[in-house]
């Protein structure tokens, strides 16, 4: 008899993943696939749909397969914003525009002018928002934008793919810019400013809620069965703090993945945030989550390895920056390499390194990066602080969760322990915690993220390692003043 099991299947920026749980939380399979969205001259980044559906559709296969299990359900987390636009026989019309591409600035304020004037109030419509997006496909594409009939984010075409209904969740809706605020309908406003029929839209659901059976072709070559369920999952960023058990006050989850996210939650509806933190409604329906995140962290790391160690693998370049001591010999970087969201937005904002000499070697350029990530880290959870939402705890999640080196380099710049997950890849494990909820196997989604998650590892401060850092994180922070214009708290 096949052990039963449960699927989580995380679609982040540079690739897919997917990971089948037992009905207690091991981890029975897990397959990867890496793919590399296109960068334009002008500083466009898409991506063909297909890849994406055939990376997601073979790490399903491999996993399943793998596993050998019987999989009771699935569902999917996923970045925000990236959609593709379909014509009336399901054909994408384009590549899928990916969540981080910042095209549509003017769009973006267009669309913030509109509804303000129309409503009275500002929407939280900025130029990642998928909205915005369309608005500039109107304008530069009309010519195939006119035979637009559907716009899917990630989660809702391959939920369209998989079971035929397109259903969206409400976290990763919220992203889209299309939403009425504190709810989880579309806004008409933004809707009649963008000139966007609602009927092109998904249907929303709450994070774990069923949305139907597989459909069989579709099961068939995904590996799975006609019986697996699908379940609405959530963004990533909310997978994942789902996996690393963040399911109360005062736990961070961090996220090194393409992004540095933090996410930590509060029974109380948050107000008057400042504009580097976002919040909303957490996938447990008793708590909102406050947001802060910079853009580019997996992404910097990537460029940095394929530009200067094109051979080496991540555990060689590991050990390189191994070898260099704390502060890396006075080499100062700014991990910014395309703007800014947290702590203060700047979309002027770029990468430098400071204090370059003859002496310094690539490994220090490497070692600066992760340290610049990591002062990255604790200006975030000091906004965070400033503004009532203090840690006291800090999970790490995400691919640079595999790197003991950045991880008790987090512990020393923030001066807090550093849990390490038994499972790393925690958005993954969180879509598993809600197919396992939806599909009745616990009460709630909180319920299943206490019974799932384990600590492999923890890393404390070291001290004369920590007493170096504040003198680089003060001279971090200068430096961003100093190239930002920006005014330090």
Known sequence: MKTEAYLGL???????????????????????????????????????????????????????????????????????????????????LHDAIMWYDSRAVR?????????????????????????????????????????????????????????????????????????????????????????????RLSTILIPGTPIGKIKPPAAENWGLSAETLLVAGTNDQYAGAL???????????????TCLALVTLTKKRPLGLPEGLLSGKFPLPSHWFILAYSKTAGLVLDWFRREFFPSASWKDMEQSALAVSPGSNDLLALPHFDGTISPVPNQSA??????????????????????????????????????????????????????????????????MSIEKPVVAEAAVLGAAMLAASGNGEFKSPAESSERFYKTERVFTPNKDCAQIYRTHFENYLGLKARLYGEQRA
């Open 350 to 415: 770029r990468g430098a390194f400071c204090n370059l000499t003859l002496r310094h070697t690539r490994a220090d350029m490497f070692r600066a990066l992760l340290e610049s990530l990591a002062y990255s880290l604790r200006e975030n959870i000091e906004l965070m602080a400033r503004n009532g939402y203090p840690v006291d705890v800090i999970r790490s999640i995400g691919g640079g969760a595999q790197n003991n080196l950045w991880l008790q380099i987090k512990a020393d710049v923030t001066g």
């Open 10 to 92: 995380d679609i982040g920026g540079t690739g897919v993943k997917a990971g089948v749980f037992s009905r207690d939380g091991r981890l029975l399979a897990f397959g990867r696939r890496s793919f590399e969205p296109t960068v334009s001259r002008e500083g466009h980044v898409d991506i063909s749909i297909d890849t994406i559906h055939e990376s997601a559709r073979e790490v399903v296969r491999e996993a399943a397969g793998e596993s050998g299990a019987k999989i009771l359900a699935m569902a999917v987390s996923s970045q925000g914003e990236t959609f593709v636009s379909l014509d009336e026989n399901d054909r994408p």
């Open 243 to 257: 996996g690393a058990g963040n399911c109360r006050t005062g736990i961070l989850s961090e996220t090194s993945g």
């Open 107 to 199: 769009q973006a304020g267009e669309l913030c002018n509109a509804v303000q004037s129309a409503t009275g109030r500002k929407p939280p419509i900025d130029a990642v928002a998928t909205v915005s997006k369309i608005k500039w496909l109107f304008e530069n594409r009309p010519e195939i934008m006119k035979k637009a009939r559907r716009f899917l984010l990630l989660p809702d075409y391959i939920s369209y793919r998989l079971a035929g209904l397109a259903v969206i969740d409400t976290n990763t809706a919220a992203s889209t810019g299309l939403l009425t605020p504190d709810d989880n309908e579309y806004d008409p406003a933004v809707l009649k400013a963008g000139g966007i029929d609602v009927s």
